[in-house]
């Protein structure tokens, strides 16, 4: 229905699809799947399997017809590609360590990660950024999306050596921060590979894109 009015006026975007790990904790529950990563971890990594058994089918499918449309691959990232892209996520990794995220997360995220000619991997706080070293090795990954959050989480300046290592591995890093970090951080960080998410009124959007322009 969206394709059928949006010829010249918006892109249309995927759904979201998160498949494998985040599906699964969906269907177990975030405290049966900790308990089944102990108790039953054969029968999770069959669970993870058959989660993520029909995912590229379904990507292909709506990937088919948005093409087919002359639209662009698009997520509610709204970083459009006229190759296939995703976000990569793993929210559930903040309930458990890194070894079992290398053991049972990383496999399937890096299947879907394969699926795609770009990919960025959403962390979404210091509880999946545990997790960074194994994330960079992922295929096709274009950049990180690094999510601070709030209180004891701001202000950005404490993250300035993980951004710094994801550059490092030669990945972009989409940071959110606050207007009156800018300057700042500008002065702190190295602007290649760098994309600002700022949440700001429209009418100090010209101030910003200003400062930004120094840059």
């Given at each position: 229905?969206?394709?059928?009015?949006?010829?010249?006026?918006?892109?249309?975007?995927?759904?979201?699809?998160?498949?494998?790990?985040?599906?699964?904790?969906?269907?177990?529950?975030?405290?049966?799947?900790?308990?089944?990563?102990?108790?039953?971890?054969?029968?999770?990594?069959?669970?993870?399997?058959?989660?993520?058994?029909?995912?590229?089918?379904?990507?292909?499918?709506f990937d088919a017809t948005l093409k087919s449309h002359?639209?662009?691959?698009?997520?509610?990232?709204?970083?459009?590609?006229?190759?296939?892209?995703?976000?990569?996520?793993?929210?559930?990794?903040?309930?458990?360590?890194?070894?079992?995220?290398?053991?049972?997360?990383?496999?399937?995220?890096?299947?879907?990660?394969?699926?795609?000619?770009?990919?960025?991997?959403?962390?979404?706080?210091?509880?999946?950024?545990?997790?960074?070293?194994?994330?960079?090795?992922?295929?096709?990954?274009?950049?990180?999306?690094?999510?601070?959050?709030?209180?004891?989480?701001?202000?950005?300046?404490?993250?300035?050596?993980?951004?710094?290592?994801?550059?490092?591995?030669?990945?972009?890093?989409?940071?959110?921060?606050?207007?009156?970090?800018?300057?700042?951080?500008?002065?702190?960080?190295?602007?290649?590979g760098i994309m600002l998410w700022i949440n700001a009124?429209?009418?100090?959007?010209?101030?910003?894109?200003?400062?930004?322009?120094?840059?």
């Amino acid at each position: 229905m969206a394709l059928a009015v949006a010829d010249g006026k918006f892109m249309v975007g995927y759904t979201d699809m998160y498949a494998g790990i985040d599906c699964t904790a969906q269907l177990r529950g975030a405290e049966q799947m900790c308990l089944d990563l102990i108790m039953d971890p054969d029968g999770l990594k069959r669970l993870i399997h058959a989660a993520f058994s029909e995912y590229a089918e379904v990507y292909s499918r709506f990937d088919a017809t948005l093409k087919s449309h002359n639209q662009l691959s698009v997520t509610w990232m709204n970083l459009p590609s006229f190759e296939t892209f995703n976000v990569l996520a793993c929210d559930f990794s903040v309930n458990i360590s890194p070894d079992h995220f290398d053991e049972f997360c990383l496999p399937v995220i890096r299947r879907e990660a394969e699926c795609y000619v770009h990919n960025v991997f959403h962390v979404d706080g210091k509880g999946v950024a545990k997790n960074i070293d194994s994330i960079l090795t992922l295929p096709n990954l274009a950049a990180i999306q690094w999510v601070q959050g709030y209180g004891i989480d701001q202000p950005i300046f404490q993250w300035v050596p993980l951004i710094e290592k994801i550059q490092q591995a030669g990945k972009s890093v989409i940071v959110d921060l606050l207007p009156d970090e800018l300057d700042a951080f500008m002065k702190r960080v190295d602007p290649t590979g760098i994309m600002l998410w700022i949440n700001a009124e429209p009418e100090h959007q010209a101030e910003i894109l200003r400062i930004v322009n120094r840059w």
